[in-house]
């Protein structure tokens, strides 16, 4: 089974600038997150999708942060304007709802990771 | 006060000893604890997972939770240096839709040859 993927790896912008993540989940899982994690810190849900519908963006900025999920599979994210403080790993996870696991696994990708200066 | 704490180390220790792993947590909502494993540069894994209070074991790891206390550990017996890594727990609270997760910082620990 194919993991999440994620693209790019890294990104360097300067301030200011806009940038996008792209993800696409493991085959036919229904949830979708992006997870921001400042070094040092653990991971924090900026957004979670149910198929293409948004369950959770309360931690979102959304004056410059934007996210959508056409379709319900790959994702985007998008930081415009960036400020140095988005300097971050953007981490996507997805997980499937009522597989045999269970619903609480999520699925991590290997990251993208933003330097703004 | 964060919802989780977790010390973030850095935890030294050499092959072959027991490592302890802890956090605690403030919201006695959160009813499922799992520990994720990081490698640098890599996304996290979930290691452990369990729901009830008391231990849960798989092979050389054992996950311990005591909701009394708000407290939950993670063992790892007989440390491998592949077991360099750092360690986040993850709490959530139960819904409709898929579990919210709330992590501690992490810890990162080195096991040395």
């Known amino acids: 089974e194919a993991g999440v993927a994620q693209s790019p790896r890294y990104k360097i912008i300067e301030k200011r600038q806009s940038v996008a993540f792209w993800c696409n989940p493991i085959?036919?899982?229904?949830?979708l997150y992006w997870y921001q994690q400042i070094l040092g810190q653990g991971p924090k849900l900026l957004i979670q999708?149910?198929?293409?519908?948004?369950?959770?963006d309360s931690q979102l900025p959304k004056d410059r942060f934007s996210a959508e999920r056409l379709k319900g599979v790959d994702s985007t994210l998008k930081i415009q304007p960036a400020k140095l403080e988005d300097s971050a790993v953007y981490l996507c996870?997805?997980?499937?709802?009522?597989?045999?696991?269970?619903?609480?696994?999520?699925?991590f990708g290997p990251g993208t990771r933003l330097t703004v200066t | 006060q964060k919802e989780v704490e977790q010390d973030p180390g850095p935890l030294s220790v050499p092959e072959g000893a027991i490592v302890s792993l802890n956090c605690t947590y403030s919201?006695?909502?959160?009813?499922?604890f799992m520990w994720y494993r990081q490698y640098s540069r890599k996304g996290p894994e979930l290691l452990m997972y369990?729901?009830?209070?008391g231990n849960k074991e798989d092979g050389r790891f054992t996950a311990q939770v005591d909701k009394s206390s708000k407290y939950i550990s993670l063992f790892i017996r007989d440390s491998q240096p592949s077991d360099s890594a750092t360690y986040l727990c993850?709490?959530?609270?139960?819904?409709?839709?898929?579990?919210?997760?709330?992590f501690g910082k992490g810890t990162k620990l080195s096991v040395i040859p």
């Open positions: 919201n006695s909502a959160f009813q499922y």
């Open positions: 369990t729901y009830s209070s």
């Open positions: 085959s036919g899982h229904a949830t």
């Open positions: 999708f149910q198929n293409n519908g948004v369950v959770d």
């Open positions: 996870a997805s997980s499937s709802r009522g597989a045999g696991t269970g619903d609480y696994e999520q699925y």
């Open positions: 993850a709490m959530s609270v139960p819904g409709a839709g898929s579990y919210q997760l709330t």
